[in-house]
């Protein structure tokens, strides 16, 4: 029986180790985690992340074939296969702060393989890593291995979190990159391809080198996020001539070269993998002389930092210009629906904007408890991960969020006596809402901002909402009192 293990139980390692358990029954899974919490929520009835169909996927194989672990250097050793999943975020400190991958977890796991293997082993980089990191690690294990033969594979992971267990089932694709060149190398990369290939058809599975393999998943966000960014830059043209972008997404969409998916306008993208590994592209391409290519996929960010200051500047403005002491509903914390992730949504932004401006903000989302928001809300931002149009907020005191902060337990009670609503997470609840129910519990005027578009605005309108909907025509009061960015 080949054993796997998994280093790293996170949004990746938990999902992605659960459905190669639930296919490959012959195979003993164990995904491993230094967070002890981590691994008791894995081993509970309710898991540490919220992801549709996970719990089934889990429930069916945890106990047969599937197993979570803190005993890290036990499963490590003997495994034949080691995933590495664990989290790369965006250096915060010394060279390359605030675009380049922090690799401090990725190499610590590679020296821990060397250290505990019993074994020749398949290392596979789950993370998101630099182009190049193969190589590294390649030098960390030969160096430091104990006479065991190691072969490095990039098998970068596509899934998005809400959809993750229907992605996983049902990939457009899984890319493995290896040394195809050698023997060993070419071995290893058909070893790992048949896992895959006992549900993944075999026109789906792709086989590259290390460096293509790499640098690919870099370039599939890149492109997916500057689709974003480009339905939100004509999102604001939309606003200033009338036009309406879901229109214009449709008709641009139906373009077979363009493709309707993912053009939809939006408060701006969040998540914990755009942003950071259009960072560390930036970085790449600075490090090898192309400042050019580097400032291409930094504008992606630009416009994304635009389009939430834009978003909190129209609020303010439309409200008579100050937010002061008025309360605010924001339906919606997570990054997107069907998640609980709270990584870089756009909300955090949107709800220090007006809280600077002195807002009282009651903040619902149906899978985000309180003390997240707290948590997230008091985070002292790093310069770099701040839109530069907004008012640099100092970092709020626990009196201060405990005055200016509320987290209600539904829509209506976040609704309740507020001067507008604001919806930053695209929930299918928030499109049933009764809001003539919520019209009637809120200060006049009553506004609506939808950052995801999910109301229908005539009908608000008709209840006597003034409504603001991104990249739709704009009320006349709002024509009135323009948003400056
Ligand atoms: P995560 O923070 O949810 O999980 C990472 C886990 O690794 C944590 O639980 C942490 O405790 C553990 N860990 C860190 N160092 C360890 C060590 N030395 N030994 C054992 N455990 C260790 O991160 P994630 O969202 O699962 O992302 C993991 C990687 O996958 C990142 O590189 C990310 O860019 C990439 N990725 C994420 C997504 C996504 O949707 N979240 C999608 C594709 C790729
Ligand atoms: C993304 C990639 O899609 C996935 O392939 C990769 O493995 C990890 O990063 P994820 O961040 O989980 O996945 O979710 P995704 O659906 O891509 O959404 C990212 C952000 O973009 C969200 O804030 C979402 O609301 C926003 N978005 C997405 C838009 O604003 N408009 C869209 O049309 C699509």
Same mark, same amino acid.
């Given at each position: 029986?080949? #054993?796997? %293990?998994?280093? =790293? +139980? *996170?949004?990746?390692?938990?999902? @992605?180790?659960?459905?190669? !358990? ?68 965006? #250096?915060? %400190?010394?060279? =390359? +702060? *605030?675009?380049?991958?922090?690799? @401090?977890?990725?190499?610590? !796991? ?86 895959? !290939? ?288």
């Amino acid at each position: 029986m080949v #054993k796997i %293990c998994c280093i =790293g +139980a *996170g949004y990746v390692g938990g999902p @992605t180790m659960a459905v190669i !358990a639930l296919k490959c029954p012959d195979i003993e899974v164990v995904v491993v985690d230094i967070s002890s919490p981590r691994i008791a929520g894995w081993n509970s009835d309710r898991l540490p992340i919220y992801e549709p169909g996970l719990d089934d996927v889990v429930k069916q194989c945890r106990g047969r074939n599937l197993s979570f672990s803190t005993e890290v250097h036990r499963h490590v050793g003997d495994a034949d296969i080691v995933f590495v999943s664990v989290n790369t975020p965006t #250096k915060t %400190c010394g060279l =390359g +702060a *605030g675009k380049a991958a922090d690799l @401090t977890y990725w190499e610590s !796991a590679a020296r821990m393989i060397a250290d505990v293997s019993v074994s020749d082993k398949i290392v596979v980089e789950k993370s998101t890593v630099p182009v190049k990191t193969a190589e590294a690690i390649e030098k960390i294990l030969a160096h430091n291995g104990r006479g065991f033969s190691y072969q490095i594979l990039s098998n970068p992971e596509f899934l998005a979190e809400g959809t993750a267990i229907r992605d996983l089932l049902s990939p457009d694709r899984v890319l493995v990159g290896g040394r195809r060149d050698t023997a060993a190398g070419s071995a290893a990369v058909d070893l790992l391809a048949g896992v895959y !290939a006992r549900w993944v058809p075999q026109d789906r599975i792709i086989t590259t080198n290390l460096w293509s393999a790499e640098l690919s998943k870099l370039a599939a966000n890149a492109f997916l996020a500057q689709r974003i960014s480009s339905v939100n830059a004509v999102s604001a043209l939309c606003e200033a001539t009338g036009a309406d972008i879901a229109e214009v997404a449709h008709s641009v969409g139906k373009d077979a070269r363009i493709g309707s998916r993912f053009l939809s306008a939006s408060v701006g993208f969040g998540g914990s993998c755009f942003q950071k590994d259009i960072l560390n592209l930036v970085y790449i391409c600075e490090c090898y002389g192309l400042p050019e290519v580097a400032s291409y996929w930094r504008e992606v960010i630009r416009i994304n930092d635009y389009q939430k200051s834009r978003f909190v500047n129209r609020v303010v403005s439309s409200m008579f210009n100050t937010v002061a002491g008025k309360k605010v509903a924001v339906l919606g914390f997570a990054f997107k629906k069907d998640t609980g992730d709270t990584r870089e949504t756009p909300a955090i932004d949107v709800c220090k904007g007006l809280l600077g401006d002195k807002a009282v903000v009651s903040i619902y989302d149906p899978q985000v408890a309180g003390e997240q928001v707290a948590r997230d809300l008091a985070m002292n931002k790093f310069d770099w991960d701040h839109p530069r149009h907004l008012q640099p907020l100092e970092q709020l005191s626990a009196t201060d969020l405990e005055k200016q902060v509320a987290v209600a337990a539904d829509a209506y009670e976040a609704a309740k006596d507020a001067h507008a609503v604001c919806i930053l997470t695209e929930w299918d609840e928030f499109r049933g809402l009764d809001y003539r129910r919520m019209f009637q519990g809120m200060q006049k005027p009553a506004f609506v901002f939808d950052g995801r578009n999910v109301v229908e605005v005539a009908k608000l309108r008709e209840i006597g909402f003034v409504v603001y909907s991104i990249g739709k025509p704009l009320d006349d009061w709002l024509k009135d009192m323009p948003a400056v960015a």
